[in-house]
Nanobody, 124 residues
Framework: QVHLMESGGGSVQAGGSLRLSCTAS????????MGWFRQAPGKEREAVAA????????YYADSVKGRFTISQGNAKNTVYLQMNSLKPEDTAMYYC?????????????????WGQGTQVTVSS
């Protein structure tokens, strides 16, 4: 069982930046891909970004391309999400998730492990 722990959420004004961190309790083949999802009240959970840590390939939702960057820490069990030029519509609970190599990075049901979430609030 892989446990994920997020940190770094908070409140910021539009145009500001935040960096989220996610650390997995262990690195295994079933946590090769680490992703970030978000869910705003009354909306479905949506994919934000993901990184296949064994090969370093990042993927982004169109809504965050050019503003968010997903990266890997020195250890393969840690990923970061640098969020710049934040907008009020980025306000949501952000979740870290992990899965193996198979399946689409943007599909929540493909992920085996989830963190508890960290709140991001962007005010106008």
């Amino acid at each position: 069982q892989v446990h994920l722990m997020e940190s770094g959420g908070g409140s910021v004004q539009a145009g500001g930046s935040l960096r989220l961190s996610c650390t997995a309790s262990e690195y295994t083949s079933s946590s090769n891909c680490m992703g970030w999802f978000r869910q705003a009240p009354g909306k479905e959970r949506e994919a934000v970004a993901a990184l296949y840590t064994s090969i370093g390939s990042p993927y982004y939702a169109d809504s965050v391309k050019g503003r968010f960057t997903i990266s890997q820490g020195n250890a393969k069990n840690t990923v970061y999400l640098q969020m710049n030029s934040l907008k009020p519509e980025d306000t949501a609970m952000y979740y870290c998730a992990a899965k193996g190599l198979r399946g689409g990075w943007f599909l929540p049901h493909e992920y085996n492990y989830w963190g508890q979430g960290t709140q991001v609030t962007v005010s106008s």
